[in-house]
């Protein structure tokens, strides 16, 4: 079994304050969590304050998003390199949010994914389909085009590192919980996606699954027993500590 990976999505929410204590909290709460690796996700922002107030511990820091050039005029980005000088592990790519709101394709993600590990950062690529894909049975096409094109050309060797995030999007900050059947089997077409573009070694060491979408303490449980699932990603949930290791808890 992988050691489960918990991504705590703190998305635009908070003050600069308010995400330093939160920060501090996580410290304190969950800084020498072993069983468990915990990714804190700030906005471009506070990534310097929540690294600093988290630095002397096991917890590891992930940006939301990133630009895929490595220097320029490109207003309003930030490269790979400048993350990785800030000590940042995983970039967040794809997430619904910004394929909805910003207009996040494909295309850019499969640019940032190569850009993340041409700079050793884990891209964690988010995929799922809306209310309306699943009510016209289009879920799985969505899903199998979402990844297939992200994955376009990406080389992993042995030291590179993955993670896809499966988030129904009707599921995301709604209370909306999905039923764990319905999970199952995107997973599994996660994973023939996966086995499609490297090598199955990479796949089985390299490549984690997490699951998210209004994952809480009560239900949690339910999808961390399916298989092919080694971690969450977690929004709302992620902005209450005691609420967030109650998931965490529930892991080892
Ligand atoms: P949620 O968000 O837990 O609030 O549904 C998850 C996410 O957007 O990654």
Request: proline share 3%; charged share 20%.
């Amino acid at each position: 079994m992988k050691k489960p990976l918990v991504i705590a999505n703190w998305k635009m929410n908070l003050d600069l304050k308010d995400r330093l204590q939160l920060a501090q909290k996580y410290h304190t709460e969950l800084g020498r969590l072993k069983k468990v690796e915990v990714v804190i996700c700030p906005s471009f922002l506070s990534l310097v304050s929540v690294g600093q107030a988290v630095k002397a511990s096991n917890l590891k820091i992930g940006a939301q998003d990133v630009f895929w050039e490595e220097t320029g005029a490109y207003t309003g980005e930030e490269s790979p390199e400048l993350l990785r000088d800030l000590d940042c592990q995983y970039v967040i790519l794809g997430h619904s949010e910004r394929r909805q709101h910003l207009g996040e394709t494909n295309e850019m993600v499969n640019k940032k994914a190569i850009a993340c590990l041409d700079n050793d950062l884990t891209p964690i690529i988010c995929v799922g389909e809306t209310l309306a894909d699943r009510q016209l049975n289009e879920t799985y096409n969505v899903v199998f085009s979402q990844l297939d094109q992200a994955l376009a050309n990406l080389d992993m060797v042995n030291t590179d590192q993955l993670v896809i995030a499966y988030e129904p999007v009707w599921a995301i900050g709604t209370g909306q919980v999905a039923n764990p059947d319905l999970v199952e089997p995107v997973l599994e077409l996660i994973e023939q996606v996966l086995v499609d573009h490297f090598p199955l070694t990479i796949v089985k060491n390299n490549v984690r699954l997490v699951y998210g979408g209004s994952v809480d303490a009560e239900n949690v449980g339910q999808f961390s027993q399916l298989d092919l699932v080694n971690g969450f990603l977690v929004g709302g949930a992620s902005l209450d500590i005691a609420e967030f290791k109650k998931i965490v808890k529930q892991l080892y």
